[in-house]
């Protein structure tokens, strides 16, 4: 994981910054024999796709037109407020957030983001945090990392949903994992029992003192536990509210494209698509390439399969490339003014 020499020792505490650092690049380097081919395998699986099926990306290019500015419009003003909601959630998570300019934690979200383009699965998302709000922030990391997996448990959460809603509510194009849906629905299951216990079970910490090599958690699941329950269910709110956001997003460019789907079919396939690419290692920031892969493979190498795939590669522009460079001007500006 990349981390930049010039990130202020105020950061972390020393024994945190120490055990932290350690496994986030054991992991790096140890996931890294996994996520390469991954990604190399998903990038050659689109080329060889859309070769088959020119005509279809030609549709999508031709469809291109001024039209589609009112749509894109749309999602970037979802984009905002996505990001907006994520300032909201770190704000509450924040210790004495009530002294903090909330203006400078939306900054501080979006420089988040560029910091997060750069690092696996968007974790370094509270170097760029921290640099907005220096020393104004003592928590910044663990609010951060508590924030995150209140988003996890919405992702699980809605694919949970999701598989046990495809038991019963058949969509032709999602036949391919048919005689998977109630496998995966106990897996999610089980996975949102467990982060049900990480955000709402003060006991569950103990766990950690058990074993060794999960001490770099110890002090973010701690600084959660900490938080008083009624905030633990609103971030968790905002965390849902934030997902609905990709949704419409999603929704939105299936109308701009006239492709006819039912909101509640695209609700399931951002569903099904989040859910099974969180879990799959990535090089790539905001899981490029994969998670159109994912789009294309979910829905059998279908026309809608490569719509979708086009369609998650805009909102990725959107939410992860255009906030980084937001990010990254208020990190040059803000060294302009020091």
């Known amino acids: 994981m990349f981390v930049p020499g ?4 105020m ?8 055990n932290y650092l350690i496994i986030s690049k054991y992991l790096s380097k140890n996931t890294l024999f ?6 190399v395998v998903a990038i050659g699986y689109i080329f060889f796709t859309i070769k088959n099926q020119q ?4 549709s999508i290019v031709n469809n291109l037109s001024l039209d589609l500015f009112p749509f894109l419009f749309m999602v970037l003003i979802f984009q905002f407020i996505n990001w ?6 770190l704000n509450i998570l924040l210790i004495g957030s009530d002294k903090y300019n909330f203006i400078d934690i939306v900054k501080a979200i979006y420089a988040g983001n560029l910091t997060a383009l750069i690092t696996p699965k968007r974790l370094g998302n509270f170097i760029g945090r921290s640099w907005i709000l220096n020393n104004k922030a003592n928590h910044i990391i663990t609010a951060s990392v508590s ?4 988003q996890l448990f919405a992702t699980v959460l809605m694919a949970f949903m999701a598989f046990i809603a495809l038991n019963f509510y058949k969509i032709d194009t999602l036949n391919l994992f048919d005689s998977y849906f109630l496998i995966l629905s106990f897996i999610y299951g089980f996975i949102l029992i467990f982060l049900s216990f990480i955000l709402f079970n003060k006991k569950w910490y103990i766990v950690f003192d058990q074993f060794n090599f999960l001490v770099f958690m110890k002090k973010p699941f701690k600084y959660l536990k900490n938080i008083v329950l009624v905030k633990r269910f609103q971030i968790l709110l905002i965390s849902i509210a934030r997902y609905f956001i990709f949704i419409m997003q999603y929704y939105i460019l ?5 492709i006819p789907v039912e909101f509640a079919d695209v609700a399931i396939f951002v569903a099904v698509l989040f859910g099974l690419v969180t879990f799959i290692p990535s090089i790539a920031p905001g899981n490029l390439g994969t998670r159109e892969a994912l789009s294309i493979f979910i829905l059998g190498g279908s026309v809608i399969g490569i719509q979708l795939s086009s369609i998650a590669f805009i909102v990725w522009v959107f939410n992860v490339l255009i906030s980084a460079l937001i990010g990254g001007f208020f990190l040059l500006n803000k060294n302009r003014k020091q």
């Open 84 to 89: 907006i909601l994520e300032a909201i959630k």
């Open 34 to 39: 996994i996520s390469l081919p991954v990604f």
């Open 55 to 58: 005509n279809i990306l030609y």
């Open 11 to 18: 950061i972390l505490s020393n024994s945190f910054k120490k």
């Open 6 to 9: 010039s990130t202020p020792n």
């Open 254 to 258: 299936f109308l701009a494209f006239n």
């Open 147 to 150: 924030g995150n997996i209140s």
